[in-house]
């Protein structure tokens, strides 16, 4: 399997190169040169793995064997999904009759460690064995920055530097960073925004002599390997819905910012897999929603919400989709994304729109329908969903019989779950004693140069 960029201009790489490169040097995303078909034997056999078989099994088809071996494949699937709380990893339970695929159950509580996970184990494999180094550089505004903490630390070959706003996270987000202390994590608390760390963290990679004699590399959600790793709940969910019946088909609702999420749903339809719709959940960050309804693709404002994680004017993940819509054609998706730069918009056809609308449903749901949903969901149930997923499960309101997917923890957005309930979720034991934990984190004027210095002194020489 060959890896080629949505613009067009890379030389075909393999899985382990396009994960290294992570963004796409002519500024496009990776994707598979053809998609995999999975068979209805396949399925029928697959619907019963665990999870982290069914995971090697998913991921095989995207790898050649002499790049990743099926044997590391599997150590490196086993190792990413033991660390989860339930046995099943991504369990699908059944609440008053709504089903929902729990995602949460990893080291930071939401949905990304299923990715990050992997994504740490095949960075340390790759890295142990080309040789070199990997120093990884993000701003957080709050769960990113952790899941990517937890996916790599204590990894041989690699280092991680997260920005976040000083004492502008949650005091647990903030201990669920900078409580690890393994000696490749390094917290950087900037005094000043979100914004103001994401500006440097931009600086610094356009630093390139810098950039190149540090290795620094990026963890954010345009890496193929965390789509990948997404894909595999679908298969699981179906498998768990169907019992390997191909005749059933199941939608998903998805609770949706950057679109990689969602984007693995749609690949793993592509795929094959009896997927009857994906629903896609804005809150009032409705970029997509519109895409969706109109076929025109434009920023807006960015109104922060009680799912602060969905808080996106512009998908990053996005321009796959947009790859397929325009018949894989890399010249009209550079054209589109240039006209998106140029004058903040991209229009399709009514065709490509309809097209577009018989798989994806779009929903926007506003912040009174979200803190509504947590409080009626919770009396009819005794069950709590935390804001990101409340979004999901209120757009499926016309869907009774979709897979919710579950994306965080409600303990993890205690102040809005206080606000529709009156009451704050009780801590899980993964976060009990969180606040009391010793930390570690070097706070710093916002201030690109200052945070260059400060990464050269802390990495070990040689
Ligand atoms: C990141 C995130 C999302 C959005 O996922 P995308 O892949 O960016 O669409 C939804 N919910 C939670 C809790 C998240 O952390």
């Known amino acids: 399997m060959r890896y080629i960029s949505t613009r067009g201009q890379v030389e075909p790489l393999t899985f382990s190169q396009a994960v290294m490169m992570g963004l796409a040097t002519d500024g496009g995303l990776l994707l598979p040169e053809s998609i995999p078909q999975v068979s209805e034997d396949q399925l029928r056999r697959w619907a019963t793995l665990p999870f982290a078989e069914l995971a090697v099994e998913v991921i095989a088809l995207f790898a050649d064997h002499e790049d990743l071996p099926t044997d590391t494949l599997r150590t490196i699937c086993q190792r990413s999904f033991s660390c989860f709380a339930h046995p099943d990893v991504t369990p699908l339970v059944a609440v008053g009759g709504r089903r929902i695929l729990e995602l949460f159950h990893g080291p930071t509580l939401a949905f990304k460690d299923v990715a990050l996970q992997f994504l740490g184990n095949v960075f340390e494999y790759i890295l142990a064995r080309d040789g070199g180094r990997l120093n990884i550089l993000g701003a957080t ?9 937890h996916g790599v630390r204590g990894r041989q070959g690699i280092h991680i530097f997260i920005l976040h706003p000083y004492q502008r996270v949650s005091p647990i987000q903030e201990r669920q960073m900078t409580s690890v202390l393994d000696d490749n994590v390094h917290n950087i608390a900037i005094r000043g925004s979100f914004d103001d760390g994401q500006r440097i963290v931009k600086d610094l990679f356009n630093d390139l002599p810098f950039r190149q004699s540090y290795q620094l590399g990026a963890i954010n959600s345009i890496n193929w390997a965390r789509i990948l ?7 699981f969910a179906w498998g768990r819905v169907s019992a390997g019946d191909a005749a059933c088909r199941v939608t998903f609702a998805v609770p949706t910012g950057n679109f990689g999420d969602i984007f693995a749903g749609y690949l793993a339809l592509r795929m094959g897999l009896p997927i009857e719709r994906l629903l896609l959940a804005t809150n009032r960050n409705d970029i997509l929603t519109r895409f969706f309804r109109t076929g025109s693709y434009g920023s807006a404002e960015v109104w922060p919400t009680v ?3 969905m808080d996106i004017q512009r998908a990053s ?18 054209a589109a994304m240039r006209g998106l730069d140029q004058s903040g918009c991209i ?33 009819d149930n005794g069950y709590l969903l935390d804001p990101h997923t409340a979004v999901g ?13 579950a994306t965080a923890h ?30 570690r984190c070097a706070v710093l004027a916002a201030d690109a140069e200052l945070v260059k210095q400060h990464i050269i002194s802390t990495l070990p020489s040689g």
């Not at 505004?141 to 903490?149: F, H, L, R, V």
């Not at 790793?229 to 298969?235: G, L, N, T």
């Open 141 to 149: 505004s709050g769960d990113t920055g952790s899941a990517a903490i």
């Open 229 to 235: 790793a997404q894909a595999v709940y679908y298969f």
């Open 307 to 309: 799912s602060p994680s």
């Open 317 to 334: 993940n996005f321009e796959r989709y947009l790859y397929y819509l325009l018949d894989e054609d890399p010249k009209q998706v550079t």
């Open 347 to 379: 229009a399709v056809s009514a065709e490509k729109q309809r097209q577009a609308a018989e798989i994806f449903t779009a929903v926007a749901v506003s912040e009174e329908e979200t803190l509504q949903q947590i409080g009626s969901f919770y009396r």
């Open 393 to 405: 499960v209120r757009a499926a309101a016309d869907y009774p019989e979709a897979i919710c997917l």
């Open 410 to 439: 409600p303990a993890k957005f205690g102040a809005a779950v206080q606000q529709a309930i009156g009451a704050e979720p009780p801590l899980p034991p993964a976060l009990q004693g969180m606040l009391d934990r010793p930390s």
